[in-house]
């Protein structure tokens, strides 16, 4: 009978491995790997960089090793859906890092003590960027470090595109947002006008004298539905209703409001409604609690400060007497099918949140720009430049995941191939090293550290828009930052130092890692083995190493071994 590998215990495993013999097989390299929170983050942060500096409590160079692609941490600390924690290998311990708590640390630590962004001397080229949405900032931060000189035209009165006019300030309160954009457009180089309407993309280009073009409209108009409405009831968009607010406005939707949708958008207008003065407030949503478009911890939010759903429902007729709701069914290709069965529900307001789109107006002179049938803008992937030549677009108005941190990241990228393109090349993204897993971790031993939990607001506080998260304070964040695994990165713990049989490790100094000498190393993998974050792997034996041969010619070790004093 033959025995199997997975038949025997693992000691009788280990004696089936190739191990060390009269001449080495393996060797150790030190490498480096993608942490899966830097591979999650929209903005391309390096993650795992700036915690190693915070828990280090060097805050200033965390923060600016963070700012090196998102200029805004005050901002994505508050607001981002943070989906680089849902990437974080610690998850698999104790729970995530929080990430965006320690972000936020840093982005109002930036603040109080007035750090500020340098630009880089200028190279006479000129960009305008249409938007000052996270896009358009993002860019135009980019941009500026190159050293172009960047305008910025809005066709609001006050930049920030959605963060300030849709984003609820008790996620997002508007003082560190405008701190964090004044920082950006008093860069120099940059130049911010606001109340200026482009209209004609080709004709601004033009009378500018601009070089490139990066278009980050977004999309600030809700779509629409074909629901009837009678007895004078009026429907409410919700792209709009998060704008009135933002200004300081207060509709008056009255004591029952039904919002059509289960977007993160939606749960935004069910809570704004809430804090108007709604005492009944509703979800009507076509899908089951599996197809809910809203992310959890949006929705588990929503419902927790009272707001309730209609799953499998669409509405009919808005009238005297309420929403006529229709009950539907799921098919299995995710579309639905009336089921002739109505209810009616009460509701003074109906408000509908059932998506947005751009006004991509200012495009129609350009004939070689590309229109989507979903009204996006058609660009390249690896560059964002459209189908005319020096205009790039990004953030909301090119579809996909139409987020703050995603916008960002599209700004950042559009800034390096619009650098390329005044330089005359083509931008080409450096290649990303190999994703780290949670299984290629070794972590027999380690610290249970609990996830911190930022303060919250009681239910019972939450009837105006005050923030409802506090921060962190210094020592919490710096807890929090030292939670970090450094998945994939040698963070220098000694381990392989130490554990190394023949002491062929050496220390290079802080931040320069260990030195193998491969003289005395036999190749038997303790090291890599004792790596906890797996940043050392065991490469094959080069072809072209010769090794050291006996008496009789067979392939020996060396003889010799450097003993530590």
């Excluded at 962004?117 to 190279?123: C, N």
């Excluded at 595109?161 to 008790?170: D, F, K, L, N, V």
């Excluded at 007895?231 to 998060?242: F, H, I, M, Q, R």
């Excluded at 935004?268 to 899908?287: H, K, P, Q």
Aim: some cysteine; glycine content about 10%.
């Amino acid at each position: 009978m033959t025995i199997k590998l997975h038949d025997m215990t693992q000691v009788m495993q280990d004696t089936t491995r190739k191990g060390v013999g009269s001449s080495r097989w393996q060797r150790p390299v030190y490498k480096h790997f993608l942490p899966p929170c830097n591979h999650a983050c929209p903005a391309g942060e390096d993650i795992q960089g700036w915690l190693a500096h915070a828990q280090a409590g060097e805050y200033e160079q965390a923060w600016r090793a963070l700012t090196e692609n998102n200029p805004m941490p005050a901002v994505h600390g508050r607001a981002c859906y943070h989906p680089c924690e849902s990437g974080c290998n610690r998850g698999s311990l104790d729970g995530a890092v929080s990430i965006h708590a320690v972000e936020r640390f840093l982005g109002d630590l930036a603040v109080q003590n007035g750090w500020n962004f340098q630009s880089a001397p200028s190279t006479g080229k000129k960009v305008l960027i249409v938007g000052s949405g996270p896009a358009g900032l993002s860019c135009a931060y980019h941009l500026a470090k190159l050293g172009h000189q960047v305008e910025i035209h809005e066709a609001a009165a006050e930049p920030g595109g959605m963060m300030m006019h849709g984003i609820p300030a008790y996620r997002l309160p508007r003082q560190p947002l405008k701190d964090e954009i004044a920082r950006i457009t008093s860069m120099p180089g940059v130049t911010l006008r606001c109340n200026v309407r482009v209209d004609d993309i080709e004709q601004a280009r033009q009378q500018g004298g601009f070089d490139a073009i990066f278009v980050a409209v977004g999309a600030q108009l809700g779509n629409h539905l074909d629901i009837p409405a009678t007895d004078g009831k009026k429907l409410v968009d919700a792209v709009s209703l998060l704008d009135d607010v933002s200004k300081g406005e207060r509709p008056q939707l009255g004591s029952r409001v039904a919002i059509i949708g289960g977007g993160n958008v939606a749960m935004d207008a069910a809570r704004t409604a809430e804090r108007l003065g709604a005492r009944d407030t509703v979800l009507i949503f076509r899908y089951d609690p599996k197809h809910m478009e809203a992310l959890p911890s949006e929705a588990e939010a929503a419902f927790a400060e009272g707001v309730k759903i209609e799953w499998l429902s669409v509405a009919d007729h808005f009238g005297a007497d309420g929403v006529t709701v229709e009950k539907v069914t799921m098919n299995p290709d995710g579309s639905v099918t009336p089921t002739g069965q109505t209810m009616h529900l009460p509701a003074d307001a109906v408000v509908m949140a059932v998506g947005q789109h751009s006004d991509l107006a200012l495009l129609k002179a350009a004939t070689d720009i590309r229109i989507n049938k979903n009204d996006t803008v058609a660009v390249d992937a690896a560059t964002l430049m459209t189908g005319q030549n020096g205009i790039f677009a990004g953030g909301d108005c090119i579809g996909g995941a139409r987020t703050m941190t995603t916008a960002t990241g599209h700004g950042k990228l559009a800034a390096r191939a619009i650098d390329a393109y005044l330089a005359g090349h083509h931008y080409v993204h450096p290649a990303a090293h190999p994703l780290v897993s949670f299984d290629m971790l070794h972590l027999p031993d380690y610290t249970q550290a609990d996830r911190s939990q930022q303060p919250e607001r009681p239910l019972t506080e939450r009837a105006g828009f005050d923030e409802i998260f506090a921060g962190l304070d210094e020592k919490t964040a710096r807890y929090e930052a030292g939670r970090c695994l450094s998945c994939g990165n040698c963070f220098e713990c000694d381990n392989c130092y130490a554990s190394c049989p023949e002491q062929a490790i050496t220390r290079l100094g802080p931040g320069k890692g260990y030195a193998v000498a491969m003289d005395l190393c036999t190749g038997c993998a303790v090291c890599a083995e004792q790596c906890p974050c797996h940043a050392i792997e065991m490469d094959p034996e080069p072809r072209e190493a010769t090794p050291t041969k006996g008496s009789l010619g067979e392939p020996v070790m060396p003889a010799r071994f450097k003993v530590r004093a």
